[in-house]
């Protein structure tokens, strides 16, 4: 084989990984796009809003702000809720803390079988099914925030995976171009070289 034929072999080859790894590159960027703008807008929908600065300067356990909230949820203070990470604080830190408290830790299902089991009518059983309700409202608010958190983390690694597409094609171009300048420099009769195969040579038997 020529050594032109290979040059050119190689050099279309590397043309197209690049225009390949530019394509996913661009639908990556694509997808980020998509799930960072829809979970901006979803979001934004709610007009959901973290307390101001000030309800973070006494945190107090039991009421609106206790101290976990401060590490995670007191950045955020005053901001309207519009991105993934805003909603993964607020479900995680904000509302489970506030549901933990009211249901004493049990879930809405234990909550709702507790309350079945208290007379219709009662006292009793009117308490527990507002804590239900409360519980219900919180739970299904807190798992709508956590599957927006989900499509924003999904579209974050679709854009860090553009990012790698991006620098891979541009390493694969400077390639493609070293090789289209030594395909060009390359001679056209220029071949391989031969390997050369030596016959072994029978040893004279000794008498």
Not at 2 to 9: F, M, P, S, Y
Not at 14 to 33: E, P
Not at 107 to 114: G, R, V
Not at 117 to 129: D, I, N, R
């Amino acid at each position: 084989m020529r050594r032109k034929t290979l040059d050119l072999i190689l050099t279309l080859v590397g043309a197209g990984v690049t225009v390949a790894l530019v394509v996913a590159g661009v639908l990556l960027m694509w997808g980020y796009s998509f799930a960072n703008n829809n979970v901006h807008n979803q979001l934004a929908e709610q007009q959901i809003t973290f307390p101001p600065a000030a309800a973070f300067a006494h945190p107090v356990v039991g009421t609106e702000i206790t101290p976990s909230m401060i590490p995670s949820v007191s950045q955020y203070a005053g901001q309207a809720l519009t991105t993934g990470k805003q909603a993964e604080a607020y479900a995680n830190d904000f509302i489970a803390v506030h549901l933990k408290e009211i249901g004493g830790g049990l879930t809405y299902s234990e909550l709702s079988a507790k309350a079945m089991a208290l007379p219709k009518g009662s006292a009793a059983y009117t308490a527990a099914e507002g804590q239900v309700q409360t519980v219900f409202q919180g739970t299904t608010l807190r798992g709508l925030l956590l599957e927006a958190y989900a499509f924003w983390q999904f579209g974050q690694i679709a854009l860090f995976g553009a990012i790698v597409c991006f620098i891979l094609a541009a390493l694969m171009l400077i390639l493609t171009i070293v090789g289209f300048i030594h395909f060009r420099r390359t001679p056209e009769d220029q071949e391989f070289p031969k390997a050369h195969h030596v016959a072994d040579e029978k040893t004279p038997a000794t008498v």
